[in-house]
Each structure stands twice: as C-alpha cells, then as structure tokens.
C-alpha cells in the first residue's frame, strides 16, 4: 500500500500490510501535480537521508545497468515496468501497456532484464493479466501488481484511491470506502457548528481555578 506522509503510514502499518510504499505518485494524490516526474529527485533523496530500506526505480532494460549499480553496493531496488507514470507521456498517457504480442514480449524480455540486475521484486502497472501472469510465472522474484490481475503475486493501490480520495479512480482500483464524502461531511459541520456558536462547547475549552477566575473578572 502507499504512504505519502506519517499518519497514513502508520495505518498501513496498523492494518499489517507486508510494505508500505512511499511512491512518486506523492506528486499527484498529495501534492495536486497533474504528473509524478518531479518527484524523482526527491526520491534518490529519500533514500540517503531517509529510513526508506528500498529504492523503486521506473523503467525496462535501459534502467538494469542503473539498477545493477545500486544493487551491487547493497541498495535494494524494486522495479516498475508496464505503465510508468513517470514515462506517461512518452506511453501515450496513462494507457494499459503490453496489449500487442510484441509489446508483451519486449516487456517480458524488460522483467528478465531486471530480475538479472538484481530487482529484488517487480511492480506491474496496468499490464494485461494474461501478460502479468506469465511474467510472474517465468521470473523467480515476486512481482507486485496495479492493474495486472490476479496472477501478480501481490498488489498495491495508491492510498488515496482505494479510500475514495481523490477524484480520478483508475478501472483496476477497487474503492474500499468512499472518505471524502464523510470528510466534506464533517468540515461542513465543523463550519455550521462554528458560525452558530455550537462550537467549542464547556467540553473543549479549558477552565480557570474558580478563584482565579473572582479575581480576575474583579
Ligand atoms: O508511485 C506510486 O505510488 C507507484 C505505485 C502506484 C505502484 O508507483
């Protein structure tokens, strides 16, 4: 599951979800960006001067001598191939990717590839779930997928999508509970409490010791 900030991390670490992700997609459900290339830099970073125990890269075989790089000196990287929101120009937009069997084979050929540099699982974006799935069965390493079907070998939503948000929610996410609903619910009662004067009540202010109160109002 993704986390983008303290108190949403620590929900995916309450509900004992195996790993949290602090994905680029930061740049978009947070952050109000209309793509998530910024963020890259600020990931490398996260990495030096963070806790993160993991790096995720974006990327096919032209990323696997990056890739084997990092993973030499100890630094585990989990790949990202099929939709990469930091390529989605380039894709054509965020668009389901390996539709052709030649598309499909070089994107086999880009999970072998990163499995060889030393990924130590791969995520899966938007990917056919018949293509999805033969990749997870030829590769050793797990794959983790988005929008890839039931053969991944295990999944990630963004956060913000499956709890209902944000506003665009992609065909494969399924939303486990509409918040923002209840959200706009209670700021619109937190706004009308406040102008009737319903709000703060005895309960939420703090009170004066009764004798310093007499002297005070002397
Ligand atoms: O940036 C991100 O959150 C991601 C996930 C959607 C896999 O890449």
Known sequence: MTAHDYPTGTLVDKAGIDMTLVGDSLAMVALGYTSTSEAVNNAVRMLKEGKVEAVKLEGGKEMAPTIAQLTKVGIPVLGHIGLTPQRQASLGGYKVQGKSVA???????DAIALQEAGCYAIVLEAVPAPVATHITNVLSIPTIGIGAGAGCSGQVLVQQD???????????????????????????????????????????????????LSRFLQ
């Open 103 to 109: 598309k499909a084979r070089a994107m086999i050929d």
């Open 162 to 212: 499956m709890l209902g948000l944000y506003g665009r929610v992609p065909r494969f996410c399924k939303t486990y509970r509409a918040l923002a609903d209840d959200i706009v619910g209670a700021l619109k009662e937190f706004s009308a409490d406040v102008k009737s004067r319903a709000f703060p009540a005895d309960e939420h202010t703090y009170p004066m010791p009764q004798e310093e």
